[in-house]
């Protein structure tokens, strides 16, 4: 089985999002291999696709992200 692409692994994320943190941990740990493998320093996420996107929502997880080693931004 190969390594999720950084667009899979993203993908995981929204979809654990909206299952109410499912596994979120354990596709924070993908999610920064792939940034890892790819070269990239910073996960960007689509602020339309959060469950809670509002400005507390967001910074909520750019906390929890950080605390696990990645980086957040989004996009416009």
Do not use: C, W
């Amino acid at each position: 089985m190969s390594e999720p692409t950084l667009a899979e692994a993203t993908e995981n994320i929204y979809a654990s999002l909206r299952a109410d943190n499912a596994d979120l941990d354990a596709h924070i740990a993908t999610l920064k291999a792939a940034l890892a493998r790819e070269g990239k320093k910073q996960a960007v996420f689509d602020p339309t696709r959060l469950v809670q996107n509002n400005r507390a929502g967001r910074k909520l997880m750019q906390a929890y992200f950080r605390q696990r080693g990645v980086s957040v931004s989004f996009s416009e």
